[in-house]
């Protein structure tokens, strides 16, 4: 069963960059099975797809934050990660990793089965 | 992308059914049989509840439903309990691997 951590500073100051990792246990990100996905939510608010990559470094980007995203991956170390250039408040949220099971074998196919717990990101000076 | 249309609220009474439903275009809703449903309650992480549209994950109960007409997907839950009180979200495959939620329901039980 997967499970999914997300890690990374709990504070960003405006106009500097987020970044944060998702360390994935009880499989391999080499899966050809998997996209690896994030995911956002404002404080209040709904959820919001950021992005997701394949472990080849492929990403499909949310077109509203393309200009400002970083998705990568380490099969290395069994991670991958965000980073989130010239921040302001709205970026402010719950950071979700989530792995997204794309293939035709996938039991949740094209849907968000596994969630990490979540980690909050303030932008604030 | 544009989010999907959610009703910002639901409710219904022990026992009721309630459906929350879940419209975006043909480009996301309507053209893929890819419409998934979370719910979140609060300081938790959203769980699936409904994928492939009228799908359930194994551990989820029969109380809860999906179904998609044209270019709105529905989630009904029957015989409403009191831990369903949640926020529930839909998600659509909008295709080239991109993904859009919903903006969310909260679902009161009365």
């Given amino acids: 069963q997967l499970q999914l951590q997300e890690s990374g500073p709990g504070l960003v100051k405006p106009s500097e960059t987020l970044s944060l990792t998702c360390t994935?246990?009880?499989?391999?990100?080499?899966?050809?099975s998997y996209y690896w996905g994030w995911i956002r939510q404002p404080p209040g608010k709904g959820l919001e797809w950021i992005g997701t990559i394949y472990h080849t470094g492929y990403t499909y980007y949310n077109p509203s934050l393309k200009s400002r995203l970083t998705i990568?991956?380490?099969?290395?170390?069994?991670?991958?990660?965000?980073?989130?250039?010239?921040?302001?408040a709205a970026d402010t949220a719950v950071y979700y990793c989530a792995p997204y099971c794309f293939a035709t074998s996938c039991y949740t196919r094209r849907a968000f089965g596994v969630w990490g717990q979540g980690t909050t990101v303030t932008v604030s000076s | 992308q544009s989010a999907l249309t959610q009703p910002p609220s639901a409710s219904g009474s022990p026992g009721q059914s309630v459906t929350i439903s879940c419209t975006g275009t043909s480009s996301d809703v309507g053209g893929y049989d890819y419409v998934s449903w979370y719910q979140q309650h609060p300081g938790k992480a959203p769980k699936l509840m409904i994928y492939e549209v009228t799908k359930r994950p194994s551990g989820v109960p029969d109380r809860f439903s999906g179904s998609k007409s044209g270019n709105t997907a529905s989630l009904t839950v029957s015989g409403l309990q009191a831990e369903d009180e949640a926020h529930y979200y839909c998600d659509s495959y909008a295709g080239n691997n991109n993904v859009?939620?919903?903006?969310?329901t909260k679902l009161t039980v009365l």
């Fill in chain 2, 100 to 104: 859009v939620f919903g903006g969310g």
């Fill in chain 1, 24 to 32: 994935v246990s009880g499989g391999s990100i080499s899966s050809s």
């Fill in chain 1, 72 to 88: 990568s991956v380490d099969t290395s170390k069994n991670q991958y990660s965000l980073q989130v250039n010239s921040v302001t």
